[in-house]
């Protein structure tokens, strides 16, 4: 199905903290025409002042990007998704533990690695840190037990999960997925907006590229709760 219509765009980004991730948030991306002008067209305009050519321009809108950019929630949504596990050995838990304050981050004062399935070895560049990082450790309610060794390596032991710990965890991914969800539908929404405001295609035109949005919109949720399906089957099992 070809559609005459406004080719985009501008692009634009989400930034986000990967520790308490934020709500995901929705910044507008503007719709340009670009106007562009066929061979024949080319031809016939010599001659014609600039208004009779203006009006002789075609315009098309390229679907694609709107694809994209409705799915790019779902990074975040993986993203999310990683944060939330069981910390079964697992060193990213610490990613974005900070000792003294936001500018000391663990992972700038220690090794961090994966000692065995249950335990995680932390080891300082500069053992002053040793006790600071316990602390901080201890502060961040992981459900981890850590305790000092004689060489000054920190050992982390992660208990089994319990029952009240998965429920919590997927408790939590599906927070994220309304979340992602939410951002989702916005963007829909804002595409939506932008195609009704097309002047230069009929009606049928302008609705049959609304329902393509709205598949768009209805194969990227449906593969966010696929995504939510998965990590609580492997919560669950973990």
């Known amino acids: 199905m070809a559609f005459r219509l406004a080719r985009l765009f501008r692009t634009f980004s989400f930034s986000y903290p990967l520790h308490r991730l934020p709500p995901l948030s929705y910044q507008p991306v503007r719709f340009f025409a670009s106007k562009k002008k066929g061979k024949d067209n080319d031809k016939k305009g010599k001659g014609k002042n600039r208004n009779q050519s203006d009006e002789e321009v075609d315009e098309e809108f390229d679907i694609e990007p709107i ?54 070895s932390i080891k300082p560049f ?79 035109d302008v609705k049959n590229l609304q329902k393509e949005v709205q598949k768009i919109h209805d194969s990227i949720i449906k593969k966010a709760e696929e995504m939510l399906a998965a990590k609580e089957k492997a919560i669950n099992q973990g």
């Open 126 to 204: 500069d053992a002053a840190n040793t006790d600071a990082i316990i602390t901080a450790i201890q502060a961040a309610n992981l459900n981890v037990n850590c305790r000092k060794e004689g060489s000054g390596t920190i050992s982390v032991s992660i208990p089994k999960p319990t029952k009240e710990m998965r429920n919590e965890l997927i408790k939590q991914a599906k927070q994220y997925l309304e979340e992602t969800k939410n951002s989702i539908r916005n963007r829909r929404t804002h595409a939506l907006s932008q195609i009704k405001d097309i002047t230069s295609i009929g009606e049928d």
């Open 67 to 120: 694809k994209k950019d409705m799915a790019k929630p779902l990074k975040h949504f993986e993203e999310c998704l990683q944060r939330v596990t069981l910390s079964r050995g697992d060193p990213r838990i610490f990613d974005e533990l900070y000792v003294t304050s936001k500018h000391d981050n663990l992972s700038n004062l220690a090794q961090v690695a994966m000692r065995n399935a249950s335990e995680v």
